[in-house]
């Protein structure tokens, strides 16, 4: 007789190996399509802005409002997840990722299509917030760093690959398509997650804090709002304005998160030393990730005269690396501190960072090709400890708070990283660009790796 997947016992130390897979195939298809959508729309923001007749930097709401979406509502769909339940939020989430897209692909006008990408944002923040702790729940304790180690993987690959997929379906059709890929993903997802995901830990007994949501809503999004306006050389005045609406209702929304028994934004886990570091690991990483992922492209379309198909091919190098290195990495977490893994990781991206910086105009495709992908080996080995050391770390009636901050990290460094890539590129000589970007994400690396190595000594304490 078949186990139920679905209503395994709280206590239960991960699902059957048939069920595992299964669970594991649900969480990949849905955390790809939702990834993938955060980076595949960036290459056709020139053809939306002519199709629509809008400016570029209007067009660029339709990634923008995206990104948007998930910043504000992360952490409240981790909160909600802990009360109804990680596996209803998740599919959810899949279903919902589902329709928007549909709109999305049928959209015949610029507010049409904006309003869509802004509702499958709420759509995919869903799936991302409970993703890590479904997969906590779903392998064993023993193997968590191998579930890891497959996240992290699907991330850097469906990240880094979203250039490539864009070009090679708007090679042979429109960008309607972009979205239509995402059907099948979705309800592979749906149908595989009402049978084989299973249910986690709930808390009945408590109220979901709406006032904590709403303040979450406006400091988070009128932070990334602020952040953005820095980077597209905003009114100083309206900036300053904002930053001081952010301050006061941030001051109010820690206030009230310190004197909550379980806080929205779980400022009771960030108590715990390697949860706190490895968080800020997680930002100071994908800091240095945009500085690559914006900067690189310019440099080989605009200096050494790559076409936009040439340089997703290039980049490829960055995802293949990762599909490698993050199973490896989950492995070796398993065994050694994943403090030494993370350091390792992040010496090795440093290196792939300043390896870049010295590219010169007439290089080969061998001499760009092992830069990156050196880069993406060492991101990969970085992400997949450090997520371990995330969702080992917290309690498992946490986990869905946990999941959420750790998407929050991600999101929060990716800001960050464009803001400052914009900072840079607005200072900096056209022709140093891409090599003083490369240098400071190297300096940013190095931050990463000295955080990751100050966790051993609390591993040494569990």
């Not at 499958?120 to 993703?131: D, E, K, L």
Request: net charge positive; aromatic share 10%; with cysteine.
């Amino acid at each position: 007789m078949k186990t139920d997947c679905k209503n395994l016992p709280p206590d239960a130390d991960g699902l059957p190996s048939h069920c595992l897979t299964w669970a594991m195939v649900c969480i990949t298809c849905a955390m790809s399509m939702a990834i993938l959508d955060s980076y595949i729309m960036n290459i056709v923001l020139p053809t939306l802005a002519h199709d629509f007749r809008i400016s570029p930097s209007i067009a660029t709401w339709i990634v923008n409002g995206y990104q948007l979406a998930i910043v504000v509502s992360i952490l409240p769909f981790s909160s909600l997840a802990e009360i109804i339940g990680c596996r209803r939020i998740f599919l959810i989430g899949t279903i919902m990722f589902c329709i928007t897209s549909i709109l999305c692909a049928l959209s015949d006008s610029f507010i049409t299509l904006l309003t869509a990408r802004i509702f499958q944002g709420f759509s995919a923040s869903a799936v991302m917030s409970v993703s890590t702790a479904l997969i906590k729940r779903v392998f064993p304790k023993a193997k968590i760093g191998r579930g890891m180690g497959i996240n992290a993987m699907v991330i850097s690959v469906s990240a880094a690959s979203g250039p490539s997929i864009a070009g090679g379906i708007l090679a042979i059709s429109s960008w309607h398509w972009l979205f239509s890929i995402n059907i099948p993903l979705a309800l592979i997802a749906f149908f595989t997650g009402l049978r084989f995901l299973p249910k986690t830990v709930r808390d009945r007994s408590r109220k979901y804090d709406y006032l904590s949501a709403i303040a979450n809503a406006i400091t988070f999004g009128l932070l990334f709002y602020t952040l953005d306006g820095f980077a597209h050389h905003s009114p100083v005045l309206r900036l300053l304005i904002q930053l001081g609406v952010v301050f006061l209702v941030g001051y109010y929304f820690v206030y009230r998160q310190l004197h909550e028994k379980t806080p929205l934004l779980p400022i009771d886990l960030m108590r715990i030393p390697i949860f706190r570091l490895s968080i800020l690991g997680k930002i100071c990483s994908f800091i240095a990730q945009m500085l690559v992922m914006i900067s690189l492209p310019f440099y080989l379309q605009n200096t050494m005269g790559y076409s936009e198909v040439m340089t997703g091919l290039l980049i490829t190098a960055w995802p293949l690396a990762a599909m490698v290195m993050g199973p490896l990495a989950g492995f070796m977490v398993e065994k050694v501190n994943p403090g030494i893994i993370g350091f390792i990781g992040m010496c090795v991206f440093c290196a792939g960072l300043i390896s870049l910086s010295f590219l010169t105009p007439h290089a080969s495709h061998f001499d760009v090709i092992w830069r990156i992908t050196l880069t993406g080996m060492g991101n990969s080995f970085f992400q997949t400890s450090n997520n371990s050391s995330i969702m080992a770390s917290s309690p498992k009636e946490r986990s869905g708070s946990a999941s959420g901050m750790l998407t929050l990290g991600r999101l929060v460094g990716q800001t960050f990283g464009t803001t400052l890539i914009a900072f840079l590129f607005s200072i900096i000589a056209k022709d140093k660009a891409n090599s003083i970007s490369m240098l400071v994400g190297a300096g940013i690396a190095v931050i990463a790796a000295i955080i990751s190595i100050s966790r051993i000594k609390d591993y040494h304490k569990k």
